[in-house]
């Protein structure tokens, strides 16, 4: 009875009411551990009253404490408030984190009501604090602009809140600088400039999340309060999304701008090259003709002789050579600019409501990015400008042709802005170039630890990895492996015909032949048709539920408020909904009226 009281609370939380309801698979463990050959003996074991003087001397010998007990009740409510506080969390995902919290700290849980109470009034003391503490933060004109999003304009069908929350689909440049009016209009909103840093991040999308969802009139029936806060908690989060969406749209526009430029370029050097080998040809029968005389003293003076004649000839084949010839990986630079006056539609919108930051080597991209700004701005009227008024290190050796005049040293604006865009683009893909804050175009490293964190963490962390706390000699030993792999690879591969190096666009690359297939032996044929033969075959409808009934996934679709769904059937809704998604056989099919 011992060893039952025992195990129950250390897995449970608490004891039952009847310590002989114990899982049978369990007592027969304990039965066989305490040398118990009739584990039916516990049977009786609740109606003596030894029961209660093993309850006691549990919680004294292992540290058992009441749920009420101070000053360990305090403490807990001060553990549930921050994890409250501090993020988007659910009754269901509290009640949870203070079930395992009681348990680790050999709390006697309560009543199940009694923690859901308590849960519940927990949330609500941290969740109205959050209300208070965004709504001050509004100052008056700004609470009036957020509240005026919920009203309906005359001669309109819908709130500006409508509007502003449906993010702009066009990835064309019409679609690029209605997004980038889109952002300025939710910036002039003003609660980008609140500052919000004591409230925790995590809330404020949790809120901000409710008033994407909700419609805009039951937004309009909150409370006061709450109705503020949450509108400035959208808002501040629209703000960078709406940023995201910018970006998101110009790196497709930006990009497609340079495949057309390639394309166009491509075919009209299609069209060119008819030009070009007559040209080429024309230029090859001569030198050929040169070649074949140059051992004969009087051949040689003929044909020079028809070469002085045809000079005029020769020198306008030369010129059509030097207009058509084109470097290898042509990137058509050229074509990309004839198309700056689209680009002139968006570009000054852009660098005035997208501010970048940088790593320090794509620092010489961010100076030229603000340096074009500037250039825009005060000088809109003027296309060309010496070498040494803008930050000429972005400009790459395919751009240098196009954006600067070899003998007067002038930089051509619409040339320069489609460089700085091009490397933009490139660094924004590679997160060298980023946005601060932004969730999508972020910088990455700010997600790494901070330094006081990383040497709190280290021992533990380099444990679990298995590796040195020493990245030097981590780095060394794998710098050694690479070097002993690369020299077995060299010394093996004259005699291996499946490895070579092939001199592919410009570069060395590394082919390996691929494996021949091997044909699958008769076990393994066998052995496949074997396990195929154990499956169950089940319902396609019925297989999400199983997968719940197995991890309960489906308990993590919660309500957008956080608190339980009265829906009926919501754990079959879901798993009907899943299977008509992820089988694209809409809803009728998995529609049971029943």
């Known amino acids: 009875g011992f060893a039952a009281q025992l195990a129950t609370v250390r897995a449970t939380g608490t004891f039952l009411a009847d310590p002989s309801a114990v899982p049978a698979p ?3 463990s304990l039965a066989r551990q305490l040398d118990i050959a009739d584990p039916a003996v516990l049977a009786g074991y609740g109606k003596l009253a030894v029961r209660w003087k093993h309850t006691a001397e549990i919680r004294l010998r292992y540290g058992y404490r009441d749920f009420a007990a101070q000053p360990g009740h305090f403490s807990l409510l001060r553990w549930l408030y921050r994890q409250a506080w501090n993020d988007d969390l659910g009754p269901t995902a509290l009640f949870r984190a203070a079930h395992r919290k009681m ?4 709390v006697i849980l309560p ?10 009034s927990v949330r609500d003391r941290a969740t109205r604090r959050l209300w208070s503490r965004l709504a001050a933060a509004a100052s008056p004109e700004v609470i009036m602009a957020v509240e005026t999003l919920l009203v309906v304009p005359d001669g309109k069908r819908r709130s500006d809140l409508d509007r502003l929350r449906r993010p702009p689909f066009s990835p064309t440049i019409a679609g690029l600088v209605q997004a980038l009016e889109r ?7 003003g609660v980008g400039g609140l500052d919000l840093s004591g409230v925790p991040a995590p809330r404020v999308a949790g809120l901000a999340r409710y008033a994407e969802d909700a419609w805009a009139t039951q937004l309009a029936d909150l409370a006061p309060g709450r109705r ?8 501040h989060v629209l703000t960078g999304s709406a940023r995201d969406d910018v970006i998101d749209i110009f790196d497709v526009v930006f990009g497609d701008l340079q495949r057309s430029a390639t394309n166009r370029g491509q075919r009209r050097r299609t069209a ?3 030009d070009y080998d007559r040209a080429v040809g024309e230029l090859r029968a001569r030198m050929q003709s040169v070649l074949d005389a140059l051992d004969d003293d009087g051949a040689i003076a003929t044909v020079l002789a028809a070469l002085r004649a045809d000079r005029e000839v020769i020198v306008a084949v030369l010129g059509t050579v030097t207009t058509l010839m084109r470097p290898p990986e042509d990137p058509f630079h050229e074509r990309l600019v004839a198309a700056y006056p689209q680009i002139r539609r968006f570009l000054p919108l852009l660098i005035d409501a997208v501010a970048m930051e940088s790593t320090a080597p794509t620092r010489p991209v961010l100076d030229a990015y603000q340096a074009l700004g500037t250039w825009l701005a005060e000088r809109p009227r003027t296309t060309r400008l010496p070498e040494g008024e803008v930050p000429m290190k972005v400009v790459t050796k395919s751009w240098e042709p196009h954006v600067r005049d070899k003998e007067t040293g002038m930089v051509d604006r619409a040339a320069y802005a489609c460089c700085v865009l091009d490397r933009l683009r490139v660094g924004l893909r590679r997160r060298d170039v980023y946005a601060p804050g932004s969730v999508r175009w972020g910088d990455p490293r700010a997600e790494l630890l901070s330094p006081e964190t990383w040497e709190a963490r280290r021992e533990q962390a380099c444990e679990d990895l298995a590796l040195d706390t020493d990245p030097a000699r981590v780095v060394a030993h794998l710098g050694e492996v690479l070097d002993s792999a690369w020299r077995r690879t060299a010394e093996g591969m004259a005699a291996n015909p499946d490895l070579r190096v092939e ?8 082919v390996v032949t691929p494996l021949d297939a091997v044909d699958e032996p008769a076990s393994l044929v066998e052995l496949r048709g074997l396990v195929e033969a154990l499956l169950p075959e089940v319902e396609i409808a019925d297989l999400p539920l199983e997968v719940h009934g197995w991890t309960g996934f489906l308990d993590e679709y919660t309500h957008i408020s956080g608190a339980a769904s009265r829906t009926q059937g919501l754990v079959e809704s879901l798993s009907a909904l899943l299977v008509s998604e992820a089988c694209n056989v809409g809803l009728a099919p998995v529609v049971d009226e029943d």
Request: no cysteine.
């Open 26 to 28: 369990i007592v027969a």
């Open 103 to 106: 348990l680790a700290e050999r």
């Open 111 to 120: 009543g199940e009501q009694v923690l859901v109470r308590l849960v519940g």
């Open 183 to 189: 952002l300025g209009e939710i910036r002039a909103l």
């Open 228 to 235: 503020v806060a949450t509108l400035v908690a959208f808002v």
């Open 272 to 274: 060119e090259l008819r």
């Open 503 to 510: 001199h592919r666009d410009g570069a060395d690359r590394i």
